[in-house]
């Protein structure tokens, strides 16, 4: 092969490498086009590598990266909990604490209608059992046993009981109720009852989908009549409560049901809630996204094809209704490892992974969606385990993270030892003062204010207050709170340098070949930071020396880097080039040949010879 395009394949290889994050880098092909594709085995990598250069032929999705979004720098391990079902309150206090020692933060778990409200209106009594208990009694438990370890709870509110149905559960057990006020009165119950102490709620469950909204048609419109009225009554009872909408789960049906299978695509369902006015009803816009038939590093980009990188064309669909300034939450992620047995429902209707990829793909999917979504704040596994194990001959049972006896599976293990090492970090993206990577001593104090971003930062409250953090990417801009002052950055653990502060941002790290409109074109503290391509993980500290210091949000840029394929493109165009140029000149190096001259030679026979 011409030494000339080998030269180019190299430098090709060379900007993909570079354009690798720091931390960890595929080693080889296959593992490239795994990170590529999401696909193990060698086929399907090559399929899925040619079918994701399919990717630059449409209009890429307009994720808004850039924009600031609330609720973004929480803590992102939640995990989805059947705590209801366990009738033993040791084994809701075991779970719990398994949950908490895996690293988890959140507890997604039901609050069902059906369970508190039981028998009539107004009616928080069980009387389904003697002796006879108040209702809230489980579910103050569940409550106080978060608080005791440190979780926060997302209650998810569904499930009506029959009483508010006409009918029963004719229409099905999660049909809506037919007065949607009896609905608000519920919500505003649950959310008085726990004001100060659950800040997040849910409304509804995967409304998209056959038999969510019971046995009729999906219904956006219906949907977000509930969502609405959900939304008001809670802000009533808690003006400062955090709504999610229902997960939307995903599907690419576009028969709305009812029928085993069949649904809404949460595309158009979404986009009908926003025609129907349901933005103005939740902060948190929340969906499914599952690990079906490939892996977590699935990045291709096809409407039809449910992989992991689905919530992309869920923010292009929020940030083309205005939505971009709020986040995406994931109710329910994983893979499902179903076993090779006989007499299992379902089987094979989620895909199939071993016990050993399950872990892997846990730990990769909570990693890519805090790399490359910096608009997506919670990220909750389904599930930990279930009470017993009556369902095991169902597949969807093989999503567990434990047996019902707490017998932890590998994917349990994977999960605690990576949250135990790893160490919270901001990516690219805007991230606010509160960002959960972000360790503040107790020298600084949360100041809100209209002005700010999002309408908050954190102000020093002494000289000598300090800010610890580390970042990835190839440059680091401070957005401070108002006033003026004087900061010291050490980079790396590097001498620390002097900023001023007046209220504008101001680059702490970062030549000026990636400065920002309006930014300082002097890189003040680049200590270890090393320049080129290729970003780095470098560790920030930042001390108050005077003034008034203020920390409003930091944003990390990576530095700007080809798409594989604009790089493949590229170099398959010059080798083009240089192979038809090489062509041409051995043309016209060789030398012409004569025109040949045919000449017949006549042999005559003898007796016509002279």
């Known amino acids: 092969m011409n030494r000339r395009i080998l030269a180019l394949i190299g430098l090709a290889l060379l900007a993909l490498v570079s354009c690798q994050p720091s931390s960890a880098g595929p080693s080889g092909l296959r593992e490239w ?202 802000r009533e009872a808690d003006p400062g409560v955090v709504i999610l909408s229902g997960a939307l789960a995903p599907t690419v049906s576009l028969h709305p049901g009812p029928g085993p299978a069949l649904g809404l695509s949460d595309f158009v369902f979404l986009q009908r809630m926003y025609d129907a006015g349901a933005a103005a009803c939740f902060d948190v816009l929340s969906i499914n996204d599952y690990m079906l038939w490939s892996g977590p590093t699935d990045h291709r980009m096809q409407p039809l094809n449910v992989n992991f990188a689905r919530p992309v064309y869920i923010r292009d669909i929020m940030v083309a209704n205005g939505d971009a300034a709020k986040p995406v939450w994931i109710s329910e992620m994983n893979s499902n490892a179903v076993p090779n047995e006989p007499g299992i429902t379902g ?116 000289p000598g207050a300090t800010l610890h953090f580390w970042f990835e990417g190839a440059s680091l801009v401070l957005v401070p709170g108002p006033g003026s002052g004087v900061v010291e950055v050490s980079v790396d653990g590097g001498s620390p340098c002097r900023v001023s502060l007046d209220g504008r941002p101001v680059r702490l790290v970062g030549g000026p070949a990636l400065s920002l409109g309006g930014l300082s074109q002097t890189p003040h503290c680049v200590g270890g930071l090393s320049k080129g391509w290729r970003q780095t993980r470098p560790e920030v500290t930042l001390t108050a020396v005077s003034g008034e210091v203020g920390v409003d949000a930091l944003i990390v840029r990576r530095p700007w880097c080809p798409s594989p394929w604009l790089v493949l493109g590229v170099v398959g165009l010059l080798a083009l080039v240089v192979t038809t140029s090489v062509v041409r000149r051995r043309k016209r190096l060789r030398p012409p040949l004569a025109n040949p001259v045919v000449t017949t030679s006549v042999v005559r026979p003898h007796w016509a010879r002279r």
């Open 33 to 234: 086009m795994f990170a590529r594709t999401g696909e193990a085995d060698l086929l399907p990598q090559v399929r899925g590598t040619a079918l994701l250069a399919a990717n630059a032929l449409y209009p890429q999705p307009r994720l808004a990266s850039d924009v600031p979004v609330a609720h973004t720098g929480v803590n992102p391990f939640g995990i989805n909990v059947f705590l209801e079902q366990e009738v033993e309150e040791w084994k809701r206090e075991k779970s719990v604490q398994m949950v908490a020692a895996a690293g988890f933060h959140w507890l997604r778990q039901e609050f069902p209608w059906e369970d508190i409200e039981i028998h009539g209106k107004g009616d928080f009594q069980d009387r389904r059992h003697e002796p006879y208990r108040s209702a809230w009694d489980k579910y103050d438990h569940i409550v106080a046993l978060a608080e005791q370890v440190g979780l926060e709870i997302v209650p998810r509110l569904s499930n009506p009981p029959a009483w508010t149905r006409a009918g029963g559960d004719a229409r099905g057990t999660f049909a809506p109720p037919d007065n949607l006020a009896d609905w608000g009165d519920y919500v505003y119950a649950v959310v008085s009852r726990y004001r100060g102490r659950i800040h997040y709620y849910q409304l509804w469950n995967e409304p998209n989908i056959y038999p969510e909204w019971g046995e009729q048609p999906a219904d956006p419109q219906g949907y977000t009549r509930l969502l609405c009225e959900g939304y008001r009554r809670a």
């Open 347 to 462: 089987w094979g209707a989620y895909g199939q992974v071993t016990p050993e990829q399950q872990a892997r793909y846990a730990v990769l999917a909570y990693q890519r969606a805090m790399e490359e979504w910096p608009w997506v704040g919670v990220v909750n596994f389904w599930f930990f385990k279930r009470a017993s194990d009556a369902e095991r001959t169902q597949a969807m049972y093989y999503f567990r993270m434990a047996e019902p006896d707490f017998t932890p599976l590998p994917v349990y293990q994977a999960m605690q030892e990576y949250t135990a090492a790893l160490t919270p970090t901001m990516y690219k993206g805007t991230h606010q003062e509160d960002h959960w990577a972000l360790q503040y001593d107790e020298a600084w104090e949360t100041v809100r204010d209209e002005a700010a971003t999002l309408g908050a930062y954190r102000r020093a409250t002494a």
